[in-house]
């Protein structure tokens, strides 16, 4: 990245990817950035992941717990981190890969984002996570520790999934659940209100069905959906998708 001043104007030249938010590009080639429009600059501090080059985030303005001069987490490029608001990025956590972090959202740890994830809301991502695939998680949402969602899963509400749950395929966590431990849920399921899913638990409907999980169930250990069957009348429904 090469900088320079123009008209007492910062100045910093783009690839060509062209990754513009703020400001306009000019006849040399350089990029005016709008002057203090900018919560965040990209550093020079980048690292090679994945076969993709990040870079670390600075803090151009105080907002939020974030101070002027901060260093934060990395990014590809600034698409993956909004302006905006308060959303910010923090440790060695990385966004990247066409991901978005925006409103008021939380990235710490050594969380990943990538492959068109979304988060946005008052949702925080710490630990471990790994959030990809289309994924989208906001409102007050809290993901942390190994947790891995994927493949257009969606988590909002005031929801948590946490230790070494894994989630993907369609599933909706949401209302005041709790998925956590070693609980695996995908395939079209939903869970909500104050429902718990933990153990070793691992949640399947199929036939593009819907499996709802609902009110104060609790699930937890080697119990089976056979086991869902039998106890249709606790807060779980099966409908149609």
Do not use: P
């Not at 690839?15 to 002057?35: A, W």
């Not at 992941?49 to 002027?68: P, R």
């Not at 990247?96 to 949702?123: C, L, R």
């Amino acid at each position: 990245m090469k900088n320079k001043t123009i008209n007492n104007r910062n100045i910093t030249k783009r690839n060509s990817r062209g990754y513009v938010q703020h400001g306009y590009f000019k006849n040399d080639g350089y990029f005016e950035d709008g002057g203090n429009n900018k919560k965040y600059t990209l550093t020079d501090n980048c690292i090679l992941f994945e076969g993709t080059k990040l870079y670390q985030i600075k803090a151009l303005k105080t907002f939020g717990d974030v101070n002027k001069g901060d260093l934060g987490g990395y990014v590809e490029d600034e698409s993956n981190l909004s302006q905006e608001n308060l959303c910010w990025i923090y440790d060695y956590a990385k966004v990247y890969d066409n991901a978005t972090i925006s409103e008021n959202a939380k990235i710490s740890g050594k969380a990943q984002i990538f492959d068109n994830a979304t988060i946005s809301g008052n949702a925080k991502i710490s630990g471990k996570s790994m959030i990809c695939h289309n994924v989208e998680i906001y409102d007050n949402a809290t993901v942390y520790g190994n947790a891995k969602i994927y493949e257009k899963a969606k988590v909002y509400g005031n929801a948590k999934v946490y230790g070494n749950a894994e989630i993907y395929d369609y599933v909706e966590i949401f209302g005041r659940a709790e998925v956590y431990e070693n609980a695996t849920v995908y395939n079209y399921t939903k869970i909500f209100d104050n429902a718990r899913i933990f153990g070793c638990i691992e949640v399947d409907y199929k036939l593009h069905k819907v499996l709802e999980i609902k009110g104060n169930t609790i699930i937890c250990d080697n119990e089976t959906e056979q086991w869902f069957m039998e106890k249709n009348g606790l807060g779980i429904n099966h409908s149609d998708w």
